[in-house]
């Protein structure tokens, strides 16, 4: 069956390959048929080798080359010993970034199982989403709420979770500021969660005015496209200077543009995977009291809470669906940077 997987040469782009078979289902997994896949950054990271090689860490399952993909929906086809007791055949279900976990350490008895040091990745220690059928461990495969459409439901699965968290590990509370560093994927669900679940208001800086415009049209209020204008004076003057600022630009001149335009006591939240340092201004950091966070996209919980809010039309994820054999020209467009919300792999026209 057809499937991308990273090249050994770790290019950033992945290999379309039609001969690919999933491993055989353990104790507990369930087979899904695969139906849509959205295209996330981090796919792109892993497929450039920035976390180090995908094919060389973790299970190799039988297969050589890992498959990218964490913005997966798909469809239960078979149930492995144990899996009814989770799932049944037919049931629509999600496939994260956050794989599985022990199930028992301090972090995943405790609500942060994402940071369980056993933790297994889609797409980059464990094979994820982007082939036409993939395994599912049934216990942390979250189900994808009936009313929500499946294309839509992809970008939930990474960016809308992803965001959600981010804004609840920021503290956002009703009337206070936001601001959203890359309008991206991830970018412009963070404003939508901010915007109509979070009651906040919204400044949203990027370098491409559709996305600044679809910002607008979600409910971002203070808008500054950053090839043309001082981002910081500008925040800081329309705003007042924001409480949190979410980070979501695959770029560390952001990281401190965003300390920047905080208010005393404000929180930077850390959520794009650029590679280098942060550079954090010692003073301000101390004389304004400055949290630094990071997030990392989100437990089923949260998964589960961030579905709801889109299968009641409170966030609206910004998607366009795409052929199976264009996915380098698709990476080659979120390089660029010129994808306004997802573009969103079809398996089900294969
Ligand atoms: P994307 O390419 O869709 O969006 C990035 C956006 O940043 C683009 O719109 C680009 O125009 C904008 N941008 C670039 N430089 C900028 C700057 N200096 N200031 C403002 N905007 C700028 O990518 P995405 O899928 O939204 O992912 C973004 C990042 O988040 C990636 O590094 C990805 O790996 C990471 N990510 C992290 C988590 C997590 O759990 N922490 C989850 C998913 C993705
Ligand atoms: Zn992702
Ligand atoms: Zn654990």
Redesign the pocket.
Known sequence: MKAAVVRNVNDGYVDLVDDWQPRALSFGDALVDIEYVGL???D??CANGDFGDPNKIGERNGNFRRVIGHEGVGRVAKLGEGADAYLEVGDRVSIA?FYDACGVCDYCVSGNETFCRKVRNSGYTIDGAMSQQAVVNAKYAVKVPEGLDPVEATSIT??GV?MY??LKVGETKPGEWVSV???????NLAVQYAHSVFGAHVAV????DD?LAAAKANGAEVLVN?KKED?VAKVNELTGGVHNAQV????D??FS?AVNVLRPMGKLV?????QGDMALNIAKTVLDGIEVR?????TRADLKEAFQFGAEGKVKPIVETVAFQDMNDIIDE??A?S?TG?KVIDFTTL
């Open positions: 996330c950054h981090t792109l990271h970034w990474c960016a992803t968290k981010a560093h890359g309008a991206g994927g991830l970018g800086i990027d370098g491409n996305k950053r981002v979501t630009a695959v770029n001149a952001a543009q850390a959520v794009a995977l650029p990071g997030s990392l996209v989100g979120m390089k940077g994808i997802r």
